[in-house]
């Protein structure tokens, strides 16, 4: 079994819920956005600007107090671009034992940009790319 390490985890307060006690949508979205900034910088050590995220549909609501894992794994790295592939997942503590509930997943695509905030080489030019 392989050990699975979440790019970030958050625990998620009031502050992050709706009229109805389950967290923002948006909320999730801000966390994917980050989490996948944390492993493009693991490729290269850029500045990333978020260019697209792809098929975001949610399977299950998170909860006030559920401890949040966000997940990733690089999918493609493109000259200036970074495909990132988020698995958001919930811990719920009920009756003093943990439950995983798989929230939702992201594509997203992040590029490099220099202090122009032009688009840059993730890689210098003639390192490879894998």
Do not use: C
């Amino acid at each position: 079994m392989t050990i699975r390490i979440p790019a970030i985890k958050v625990l998620l307060l009031p502050k992050d819920t709706n009229a109805y006690g389950t967290i923002f949508g948006g909320v999730i979205l801000s966390h994917i956005d980050l989490a996948s900034a944390v492993e493009a910088r693991k490729s290269a050590p850029h500045r990333y600007v978020t260019k697209a995220m792809r098929e975001v549909e949610f399977h299950a609501p998170v909860f006030l107090g559920d401890i949040v894992n966000f997940f990733t794994e690089t999918t493609r790295i493109g000259r200036t671009s970074i495909t990132v592939k988020v698995s958001v997942e919930a811990e719920r503590w009920g009756a003093g034992e943990g439950e995983r509930v798989q929230v939702t997943e992201a594509e997203v695509v992040l590029v490099a940009v220099d202090q122009h905030g032009h688009p840059t080489p993730i890689r210098r030019e003639g390192s490879s790319n894998s």
